[in-house]
């Protein structure tokens, strides 16, 4: 008991001393965004997306003692007294920030909420006049983003088709921002505007992007432009569009002219930045349509990019292209998270973006340049009458990938003779093959084929719940999922589209008794040693199918959770979520009760050390924080049986 003591009085006293180190150093660059001051002021744990916080009150010796210490609903009981009619989403995916001792959080609905970190009551609700008295629509989003000067202090948050700037004081709209404090993102009068991920603060602009439905019956969309309004007026400071116009770079990747009339290619995951160089990093996504590409030959840049530009002006400084010519849906799903590694002797200020198709892509975050060669090598061709495809893919050489490339008949499932005969028998209508093999056509007739098997999936490899990076260690820990999804095309009806194909049913195919067609694991965590490239560990995470009725009778080990898994890293402890099936588009391997635990691993090892059941699984990324002496950590969780809340874990 006395030692046991003292190590944590030793501890707290590192603690200090790294406190007053960083002051010194500088406290309101990336220092102070870290978790040494014990906040949390930006959604990914600092501008980088590190998702790090060096607490360890909670450690290895004491998260067996961890308990749940408050709840609070998605949406304040104010609002649901001012409107009797109001219904919102179980999926409640909205990480908290923690600054000065007031958590803050987009709510059920969309509005800004402040509750006190150590009991979860409110303090305020924002201001909500705007909305009138009509019961509103809304949804949850993924967060909210912090700005402070000398003598104010902002919360900005999206609720489409709004830009909104809150005072973090009051919950009160500011009136010199925008129009009393609202800024209209709408695009135009066809596109209007949606966003579901936090806006980012640079210095004195806030960055956005934008969520974007695509449209596979059209060709023609609206790009999917990153924005930055001035964090005082709100004035619009600079627009970068990842569909280039004539005469600007870029253009001549897309052939007979179709930047012209082609869309998408947005940002609807989370930036990252480095707050020294002011640049920030932008992941992009698939342009329309993202499964047909008939009738936009060539790479498309800036699609499927990793783009650094300067936070100021907008300029881009470099760029890398994870995929050309997408006709996947790989989009970049994940905020880059940038590291200090350093490879062969030589220091080097990284960015890693990871993706959908399970690759790490490392690069110098100051030039653009490979860590580690990426070679082009070929992938299949397609079928498909009038597409166009990229003979050659991108691929590092180092990281390795962190999950399965491509689907064949050795890669399903072999519990027993036969499951694996019928899993056999299940992909015979399919294109099987390695990873980049296309989409392919969907038959009419029972006999003919359902389209292509691709592994990973749309929702594959990585999430958009990220990973995370340990700055002490050079650690990467990444969660990934693997489930095969029926990437098929229909010829499009010329009385309603003018695209020649668009996507089919986009199903993920059951496998034998309804369980996953390929082995294990399902989802899993991967450790890298970003110093070297190399993988430490590999660990399923959580049981996944194993006590499956066709399957228990073998006691199987963990077989691992297909779900969006959730990070938290702090500086004894990798924590890291399953993921619940509300999310959309959840590939099967577990029931709708399934990915409701969270589980503390050892970080040199990947061993379990503690886990805890919730009433629903994990929809958005866990915080952890200090609070008059106390280690919190804060989640939001929700499932299609239970309304979203937030809850808090700490010591007794």
């Known amino acids: 008991m006395a030692r046991s003591r003292m190590a944590r009085i030793s501890r707290w006293q590192h603690v200090g001393a790294l406190v007053l180190v960083t002051v010194l150093a500088g406290f309101g660059t990336a220092a102070a965004q870290q978790g040494v ?10 501008a980088g997306y590190t998702r790090y916080a060096a607490l360890d009150q909670i450690d290895a010796e004491t998260v067996g003692d961890l308990r749940i210490v408050w709840r609070r609903e998605a949406v304040d009981a104010s609002l649901r007294d001012r409107w009797p009619e ?10 908290p920030i923690m600054v000065d001792g007031v958590l803050y959080a987009s709510n059920g609905i969309g509005l800004v909420e402040a509750f006190d970190p150590g009991t979860g009551e409110t303090l305020w609700v924002q201001d909500a006049a705007f909305l009138g008295d009509e019961t509103p629509r809304g949804a949850p989003n993924r967060g909210v983003a912090w700005w402070e000067s000398d003598d104010e202090r902002r919360i900005f948050a999206i609720r489409p088709p709004y830009l909104m700037a809150v005072d973090a004081a009051t919950g ?4 010199s921002f925008g129009y009393a404090g609202l800024v209209d993102l709408t695009y135009d009068a066809e596109t209007g505007y949606s966003g579901t991920s936090p806006p980012l603060v640079v210095k004195d602009v806030v960055i956005l992007g934008s969520a974007m439905a695509d449209h596979p019956f059209t ?9 930055a309004y001035d964090v005082r007026t709100g004035a619009l400071r600079w627009t970068w569009s990842p569909i280039p116009r004539a005469g600007e770079p870029g253009v001549e990747t897309w052939l007979d ?18 707050l020294d160089l002011g640049y ?13 590409g008939g009738h936009r030959p060539g790479n498309n840049l800036y699609a499927n990019s990793l783009v650094c530009v300067d936070a100021e002006t907008g300029e881009r400084v470099w760029h890398f292209q994870m995929v050309h010519h997408d006709l996947w849906d790989y989009d970049n799903n994940v905020a880059p998270i940038l590291m200090d590694i350093a490879v062969d002797g030589r220091e080097i200020k990284a960015v890693v973006q990871l993706t959908k198709q399970a690759m790490a892509y490392t690069f110098d975050r100051v030039t653009g340049e490979p860590v580690w060669p990426i070679v082009e090598r070929e992938v299949p061709g397609s079928n498909t009458p009038g597409e166009w495809i990229s003979p050659t893919q991108p691929f590092p050489t180092k990281p390795l990938p962190f999950d399965r490339h491509g689907i064949g008949i050795d890669d399903l499932i072999d519990f027993t003779p036969e499951l694996r005969a019928e899993a056999i028998e299940i992909v015979e209508p399919y294109i099987l093959g390695e990873i980049f093999t296309p989409p392919s056509i969907r038959g009419e007739d029972a006999t003919d084929t359902k389209g292509t098997l691709q592994l990973p999936g749309s929702v594959g490899g990585a999430e958009w719940g990220g990973a995370g990076f340990d700055p002490e260690t050079g650690m990467l820990y990444v969660p990934s999922v693997t489930g095969a999804f029926a990437a098929d095309l229909t010829p499009g009806n010329p009385d309603r589209m003018n695209v020649r194909y668009t996507r089919g049913t986009r199903a993920f195919p059951n496998g034998p008794e309804g369980l996953p067609l390929t082995k294990p694991p399902y989802g899993r965590i991967t450790a890298i040693d970003m110093n070297t490239g190399e993988h430490v560990w590999m660990v399923p995470n959580g049981d996944g199918p194993r006590n499956h009725p066709a399957i228990a009778h073998l006691d199987l080990p963990p077989l691992g959770q297909p779900g969006r898994s959730m990070t938290l890293l702090t500086k004894t402890l990798l924590f890291v979520s399953e993921g619940d099936p509300i999310m959309v588009r959840t590939p099967p391997g577990a029931g709708p009760d399934a990915g409701r635990k969270f589980r503390a691993f050892d970080k040199e090892s990947g061993e379990v050390i503690w886990e805890i059941e919730f009433p629903a699984g994990t ?6 924080y200090m609070h008059e002496g106390r280690q919190y950590i804060v989640m939001p969780i929700g499932s299609l049986r239970h309304a979203g809340e937030w809850v808090a874990l700490a010591l007794p």
């Not at 001051?37 to 600092?46: A, P, Y």
């Not at 009160?172 to 009136?175: A, R």
């Not at 920030?280 to 047909?292: E, I, S, W």
């Open 37 to 46: 001051s014990g906040e949390w002021r930006v959604h990914g744990g600092d």
């Open 219 to 227: 060709m023609e969309q609206h790009p999917g432009d990153v924005r």
């Open 280 to 292: 920030v990093y932008l992941p992009t996504g698939a342009p329309t349509n993202d499964m047909y």
């Open 619 to 624: 929809n958005g990324s866990p915080i952890t």
């Open 86 to 95: 109001l219904r919102y989403s179980n999926q409640l995916r909205s990480t």
């Open 172 to 175: 009160e709209l500011i009136d």
């Open 257 to 274: 002219d179709s930047w012209e009339y082609s869309g998408m290619s947005n940002v609807w995951t989370m930036f990252s930045a480095d």
